[in-house]
């Protein structure tokens, strides 16, 4: 079945780094475009970044030039990492897995940027 497992995620002080994995298997992983969303709490949730089966990688203004959204095929895996992180990224991540016929959503990872 399609499962898709997010990791990596923790408790980071400001200005601090995380990478976040998120494994997929059940699909083509290929031929379907990778995201990144996340909910902060009481808020809805929010796309973070992209990247396509082309590899064409995209992201919301908030985390331009501090995340970086990339995918290794052969692992079957879409990576977000995160640096110079704040306090308004605290949140749960999930990864999302789209083409044009269907999608399918991780169970999230808690990031918590706090001093």
């Known amino acids: 079945q399609v499962q898709l497992v997010e990791s990596g995620g923790g408790f980071v002080q400001p200005g601090g780094s995380l990478r976040l994995s998120c494994a997929a298997s059940g699909f083509t992983f290929s031929s379907y475009d990778m995201y990144w969303y996340r909910q902060a709490p009481g808020k809805q949730r929010e796309f973070v970044a992209v990247?396509?089966?082309?590899?064409?990688?995209s992201s919301v203004g908030s985390v331009k030039g501090r995340f970086t959204i990339s995918r290794d095929n052969a692992e079957n895996t879409v990576y977000l990492q995160m640096n110079s992180l704040k306090p308004e990224d605290t949140a749960v991540y999930y990864c999302?897995?789209?083409?044009?016929?269907?999608?399918?959503w991780g169970q999230g990872t808690q990031v918590t940027v706090a001093s």
């Open positions: 990247i396509t089966a082309y590899g064409v990688a």
């Open positions: 999302y897995a789209g083409s044009e016929q269907d999608g399918f």
